[in-house]
């Protein structure tokens, strides 16, 4: 399988659960992203991971905690979630901080 | 700082017509500059990037953009668009100083019409 892969494509969970969403890419980049896409809003940047050391976190709240245990791996730790939360979340990688930009396709979290 | 304005949020044009989605940007340094699709259902992909040279550069699929540094703009144009160019299109820019953090425009909606 080529490029960025994101699971799981939908998720639904309550404001007391605990979930994870992972990222996974076989490019062989250096460096991976969190970004939320709300509806309305302009893309966020939430995480920086530049061979697997955070480079950037965006003042995001402390109940989304990024996890990078190698160059190929991301994942997002979600816990006591917000409705405004509800968001796509994408998952990107680069070949360094200047290259461009590869996304999977997302996962959709919807907080109820 | 680094800023990024698309000027329409929402194109609609018919078949076959010419778009332009128009894009200016803010930054105190050099930029790279970048054009992303996003098809319904998923992520975005890159349509085309401004690094360095030529300042006229092209896409695959007949789209091109060019970098004006005098009026800090970098225009999507293509001269006949196609039913499956619907999508949302965004414009990205990025720089040395802000390395690993692009900065993206609010999108623009491109419908295209039969």
């Known amino acids: 399988e080529t490029g960025v892969t994101q699971t799981p494509r939908h998720l639904v969970m309550g404001m007391t659960n605990k979930k994870s969403l992972k990222c996974e890419q076989h490019l062989g980049h250096n460096a991976m992203y969190w970004y939320k896409q709300s509806a309305k809003k302009p893309l966020e940047l939430m995480f920086v991971y530049s061979l697997e050391e955070r480079v950037e976190n965006n003042s995001v709240p402390s109940r989304f905690s990024p996890e990078c245990p190698n160059s190929s791996h991301l994942f997002l730790h979600l816990h006591t979630l917000q409705p405004e939360d509800s968001a796509l979340y994408l998952c990107a990688s680069s070949q360094d901080s200047y290259s461009p930009l590869h996304f999977g396709n997302g996962t959709r979290l919807t907080v109820t | 700082a680094q800023s990024v304005t698309q000027l329409d949020s929402q194109v609609p044009v018919f078949e076959e017509a010419p778009v332009e989605l128009r894009c200016n940007y803010s930054?105190?340094?050099?930029?790279?500059l970048f054009w992303y699709v996003q098809y319904p259902n998923q992520g975005l992909q890159l349509l085309l990037k401004y690094l360095s040279g030529s300042t006229l550069v092209e896409s695959i699929n007949g789209f091109e953009a060019e970098f004006n540094k005098s009026q800090t703009s970098f225009h999507l144009r293509k001269p006949s668009v196609h039913i499956s160019d619907t999508a949302e299109y965004f414009c990205?820019?990025?720089?040395?100083?802000?390395?690993?953090?692009?900065?993206f425009g609010d999108g623009t909606t491109l419908t295209v019409k039969p």
């Open positions: 930054s105190s340094v050099s930029v790279y």
């Open positions: 990205a820019v990025s720089d040395r100083v802000n390395a690993g953090k692009s900065t």
